[in-house]
């Protein structure tokens, strides 16, 4: 997991580099600091402490650490189902959006307290709507079909 | 006798009913915010700052700053009660703290821990009060190439400081700057990495990142280290004890270990990134060295439990020195509320404190007021943190969540940042798992535009030489003092390294 998160940094990194090399000016024409002064230094110096991370821990020995780590299952669990109330929310709106989300998490991470679970579920849609909506005046998601 | 003029004023301030009560509901989120385990200020402030948008900037900072000092009253009763720090910043209050919840003891304790958090809280608020105004002074005359090295100096010795891997700190940091030069190039208004989005234009918003590498980012870590698994059955019964209240002895013994320690706190916590983890521990040690009776130390000594206490809720009170007068945070929460202050249109810097008086001295007023509603809350509301310290953490995540996604969208009505929010988590979750710090991303993130700027108007002023940086006096002085901040960060490490304890969560 540690060598596909370092792998990530360092291929954004490098299309940073590469974009601020190709579509950015160092100087202006005024021969002032341009849009890609900062960008380019620091693209190439993120690409650069990256390959020497990578360099220092495969001597270490630690770059494939974690990689059969079963505690992520939990984690990646939560993660899945809150990415996908980011895209209930976008479409169907909070009001179904919040308690399927928290029904459902509820449901995997509290087995067995059905009344807690559906209790929760039921009475923080309402005081969110209450909270933003009424309280504090904000908007809302109201989805695409409302 | 001005400063005295300049109290009296921002009392005046923060003395309405309305501010009073932001003030006394953001110390009490603070408090709960502080007793949920994982859960530090940064990740509070950054939860709770876009529901204070409605608010007026003064009662909003007034209230995000109760949460910051708050936070560090509430992680002491989990320490006490529950053997397990709410924050990185009371490691060291579970040492004597636990063993004498243990001993029968939990009563006395939870309220010495909050004698000696308000001594600290307002001793370190005092310091403000008499150091803020002198370092405005000095500062005053700052000028582009200045303010460009102060930006430097608080990533750079936050990553200096760092305890684990400074590589990856470093990384952290060119990360967050790199992450603020999305967005359109004010001088030559090139777009840059905004691939035609018109929702980047403006560039990559700090909120819905601070929100995500803090707030999301700790709730998939606490599951990913089996936090949700875990009940509440080792939690001290301490309504059962015959004693609630301390012993005359217990302060007798402790009347001096407040006062020394806060002052040792608060200088702890001026130094950029050094935090009140640092003095907590610095502090336990000292006592323990002054001590007569040494042994007794880690097996339920009241002293041992006051130090530290005392040492980080002023350390606290010190990291809002620079914030204030430099517009530099030395935390990942100073930097939550740096950027809280720039949203509200206030820039803290050397001119703060002369072109918004009534804002600064407001703030620094309300933290005396803070600090005395603290120590109320602190000793009658135990029952109620208590009560939040039992409810489980797979129930409150994803609560925490809600809240984080809905407070997220209310700021621009934009789902396109929601989905930064969560993107932010996933990566601080993996930030955190894998030693980079969250916190230089953020600090990074924040200061980086301003670095950018300020160069710019340097080579201006210097027409392109670098020269200038070493031909004026006060630069010069930074530069220096960036030295010694650098040589601290190598013996502070020396120290952690020595006494084998983990710093920070930076």
New interface residues.
């Given amino acids: 997991m540690r060598l596909f998160f370092y792998l990530f940094i360092l291929v954004v990194a490098v299309c940073y580099t590469y974009m601020a090399f190709v579509d950015l000016t160092f100087f202006t024409n005024r021969g002032r600091m341009g849009p890609g002064f900062f960008p380019r230094i620091l693209g190439v110096a993120i690409v650069l402490a990256m390959l020497l991370t990578i360099l220092l821990d495969i001597k270490k020995g630690t770059l494939f650490s974690g990689a059969q780590d079963s505690q992520y299952q939990d984690a990646a669990v939560l993660i899945g189902l809150s990415l996908t109330f980011g895209v209930l929310l976008m479409v169907l709106g909070y009001i179904i959006a919040i308690p399927a989300y928290i029904g459902a998490t509820l449901f995997y991470f509290n087995r067995g307290k059905h009344v807690t679970n559906a209790a929760v579920t039921v009475a923080v849609p309402v005081v969110i709507h209450f909270l933003f909506g009424g309280l504090l005046n904000a908007s809302l998601p109201h989805g695409l079909w409302w | 006798m001005e400063i005295f003029d300049n109290l009296l004023m921002g009392l005046s301030i923060a003395i309405t009913p309305m501010n009073l009560l932001y003030l006394l509901l953001g110390a009490a989120i603070g408090m709960m915010i502080g007793a949920i385990p994982g859960f530090g200020p940064s990740a509070g402030i950054a939860i709770l700052l876009?529901?204070t948008?409605?608010m007026d900037p003064i009662s909003a900072v007034m209230m995000l700053a109760a949460i910051y000092y708050g936070a560090m009253y509430g992680g002491t009763i989990t320490a006490i009660l529950l053997n397990t720090p709410g924050d990185s910043t009371t490691v060291a209050s579970t040492f004597d703290g636990f063993p004498l919840a243990k001993q029968g003891r939990a009563g006395p304790a939870l309220v010495m821990q909050a004698c000696a958090s308000f001594t600290g809280g307002t001793i370190g608020v005092i310091l403000i009060t008499l150091l803020a105004p002198m370092f405005a002074m000095v500062t005053r005359s700052f000028g582009p190439p200045e303010f460009f090295l102060l930006c430097l100096l608080g990533i750079l010795t936050l990553v200096a400081l760092m305890s684990g891997?400074w590589?990856?700190g470093?990384?952290s940091a060119?990360?967050g700057?790199?992450l603020g030069?999305v967005g359109v190039?004010l001088?030559?208004g090139?777009q840059?990495?905004t691939f035609g989005s018109s929702e980047l234009i403006g560039g990559i918003h700090f909120i819905p990142v601070a929100i995500g590498l803090f707030g999301?980012g700790e709730?998939?870590?606490a599951?990913?280290?089996?936090a949700?698994k875990s009940g509440t059955g080792g939690i001290v019964q301490y309504q059962n004890e015959e004693r609630f209240w301390p012993t005359r002895k217990d302060f007798r013994e402790s009347k001096f270990t407040m006062p020394r320690n806060a002052i040792l706190g608060f200088c702890i916590g001026l130094i950029p990134g050094a935090g009140a983890t640092i003095a907590s521990l610095m502090a336990y040690s000292l006592e323990k060295s002054l001590s007569n009776t040494p042994k007794k130390f880690g097996q339920g000594e009241m002293r041992g439990l006051t130090a530290p206490e005392s040492a980080n809720n002023a350390a606290s009170s010190g990291a809002m020195v620079p914030l204030l007068t430099l517009g530099i945070p030395g935390s990942a929460s100073t930097a939550v509320l740096l950027a809280a202050f720039i949203m509200w249109g206030l820039r803290p810097g050397p001119l703060l404190m002369a072109e918004n008086p009534e804002f600064a001295w407001g703030l620094i007023s309300s933290m005396y007021l803070g600090n005395m509603a603290l120590l109320v809350i602190s000793i009658f509301a135990i029952p109620l943190f208590v009560y939040i310290i039992k409810a489980?953490y797979?129930?409150l995540?994803?609560?925490v969540?809600?809240?984080c996604?809905?407070?997220t969208?209310?700021v621009n009505?934009s789902?396109i940042e929601?989905?930064i929010m969560?993107g932010a988590?996933?990566i601080g979750?993996?930030m955190k798992?894998?030693g980079f710090s969250p916190a230089a991303v953020v600090l990074a993130l924040v200061l980086?535009p301003m670095a950018?700027e300020s160069?710019?108007q340097t080579?201006?002023i210097s027409r392109?030489s670098f020269d200038i940086f070493f031909l004026r006096s006060s630069s010069l002085y930074i530069m220096v003092f960036f030295v010694a901040v650098i040589l601290s960060g190598i013996l502070l490490n020396a120290y952690r390294k020595k006494a084998n304890i983990q710093g920070a969560p930076l």
């Fill in positions: 876009p529901v948008f409605s891997n590589i990856l470093l990384v060119l990360i700057f790199a030069t190039d001088e030559t090139h840059r990495f999301i709730l998939f870590h599951f990913y280290s089996g949700h489980p797979r129930i995540a994803p609560l969540l809600v809240v996604v809905m407070g969208f209310s009505a789902v929601v989905f969560l988590g996933v979750f993996l798992r894998f980086g950018e160069l710019r080579l201006i392109g």
